[in-house]
């Protein structure tokens, strides 16, 4: 099946900082699936690297206080459609983040707590109907 998967975890140096969480278990789902890589944030506009941002509420919030919720939103939208467009029914999603997190999302106030919650993409594909994993959890659902 075609699973849409955050490209961070693929390898791709998209995170905040530049780098990536390459997680060769996923990796290895490519013998098997078609893994379709997606960085919501990239695909906003955002820049690579990039302050790192959090959930405020409605809003998403980058340290120096710039509100960056619509290049999230955008990039939510632009990740759906490829998603669609590859009728991904699956997403393997990072924990934790602001965009991809499911469940559990930093708490906007950049001291590394955690709350419950979701990140702004994990939202929108859940309210689509995407069923969401995670690097901790995929192997129990694919
Ligand atoms: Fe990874 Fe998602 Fe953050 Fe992009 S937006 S770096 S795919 S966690």
């Given at each position: 099946?075609?699973?849409?998967?955050?490209?961070?975890?693929?390898?791709?140096?998209?995170?905040?900082?530049?780098?990536?969480?390459?997680?060769e278990e996923i990796l290895k789902l490519r013998e098997e699936h078609t893994l379709i890589p997606v960085c919501p944030e990239q695909l906003g506009g955002?820049?690579?690297?990039?302050?790192?941002?959090?959930?405020?509420?409605?809003?998403?919030?980058?340290?120096?206080?710039?509100?960056?919720?619509?290049?999230?939103?955008?990039?939510?939208?632009?990740?759906?459609?490829?998603?669609?467009?590859?009728?991904?029914?699956t997403a393997i999603l990072k924990k934790n983040s602001p965009s991809c997190g499911f469940g559990v999302i930093y708490d906007g106030t950049f001291t590394g707590n955690k709350v419950p919650g979701d990140g702004v993409t994990a939202e929108l594909f859940n309210q689509h109907g995407i069923r969401i994993l995670n690097e901790d959890n995929f192997k129990e659902d694919i």
């Open positions: 099946m075609n699973i849409v998967v955050s490209a961070c975890l693929l390898g791709v140096d998209c995170r905040y900082c530049g780098d990536n969480c390459k997680n955002l820049t690579t690297p990039r302050l790192p941002s959090e959930r405020q509420g409605d809003l998403v919030i980058a340290k120096d206080g710039k509100d960056v919720t619509k290049a999230f939103q955008d990039g939510a939208n632009q990740a759906l459609y490829v998603s669609k467009l590859y009728e991904c029914e």
